[in-house]
Nanobody, 121 residues
Framework: QVQLVESGGGLVQAGGSLRLSCAASGSIFSINNMGWYRQAPGKQRELVAAITSGGSTNYDDSVKGRFTISRDNAKNTVYLQMNSLKPEDTADYYC???????????????WGQGTQVTVSS
């Protein structure tokens, strides 16, 4: 089994910054893609940013230039640096990891429990 634990959420004023972390642990042979998603009240969960094991990234247009995703493969951890935060960034943020638990095993997606980000105007 694999667990993802997020941290770093909180309350911040518009224009401020937060850094989210998500550490994966458990039965891990390798992790392919990792990503951050968010879900605002009454809305569907949406992709914010993703990163491959090689470091290639992609971002939702709404966060380009403000958010940066990175990862530490040795620590099985993905980060999301969020700058110039806006009230519309308020949401629960979830990390996802595409994990292979053994050399010849299949790949499965795992999700964290979520961390709340609130941006006040």
């Amino acid at each position: 089994q694999v667990q993802l634990v997020e941290s770093g959420g909180g309350l911040v004023q518009a224009g401020g910054s937060l850094r989210l972390s998500c550490a994966a642990s458990g039965s891990i042979f390798s992790i392919n893609n990792m990503g951050w998603y968010r879900q605002a009240p009454g809305k569907q969960r949406e992709l914010v940013a993703a990163i491959t094991s090689g470091g290639s990234t992609n971002y939702d247009d709404s966060v380009k230039g403000r958010f940066t995703i990175s990862r530490d493969n040795a620590k099985n951890t993905v980060y999301l640096q969020m700058n110039s935060l806006k009230p519309e960034d308020t949401a629960d943020y979830y990390c996802r990891a595409d994990v292979r638990s053994s050399r010849f095993g299949g790949r499965y997606n795992y999700w964290g429990q979520g961390t709340q980000v609130t941006v006040s105007s």
